[in-house]
């Protein structure tokens, strides 16, 4: 997207405010960092949430995956949630038809026993989403499940990137990579 773009710039305010976390962290990779980047805290933000749904359907437009032409986003609970959520409803907003789904880690032992949830994904055409990426492992781990279960993925698109690997690796594994801000929008480069 563009930078000096108005929604992008104030998302990356409001993701600067609410959701960096300076001090020693440890994160899911097993690696430390001087600073975390808590999403949930502006994934389900008032302000943030739409916003987050809007620059990410822009993000995918720009990059040549119209919405008209996707069939569903999600990706692996518990940080893909509320970012494909947010898409929906701006999709809805914009009067188009967007599904959204949620990739468990492992699959139900009871009830229906599916490992993704929400409407069925065979033969569609889906985005897998994160909402913020170190590794790729997560993102990696839903595209894995939706093959088995007969989607067709895209893309895999990224609220934020800790330019940590991520990208490298989901590219390796085929997948066009976006995001759509990085550290420095955050002011952590």
Known sequence: MKKN??????????????????GKVTLASGKESDFYVDMRRATLHHEAAPLIGHVMLDLLEENGFPVSEIDAV????????????????????RGLSLDAFVVRKEAKDHGMKRQIEGPDVAGKRVVVLEDTSTTGGSPLQAAQALKAAGAE???????????????????????????????????LS
Do not use: C, N, W
């Not at 690997?165 to 085929?174: N, Q, R, S, T």
């Open 5 to 22: 773009d108005p929604q992008l710039m104030k998302l990356a305010e409001l993701v600067k405010t609410l959701s960096v976390v300076h």
């Open 74 to 93: 999600g990706g692996l609970t518990m940080g893909a949630d509320p970012v494909a959520t947010a898409m929906l409803h701006a999709a809805a907003a």
């Open 153 to 187: 993925i895209l893309a895999v698109a990224v609220v934020v990137d800790r330019a940590t690997g991520a990208k490298e690796k989901i590219e390796a594994a085929g997948y066009p990579y976006f995001a759509a801000l990085g550290l420095s929008d955050l002011g």
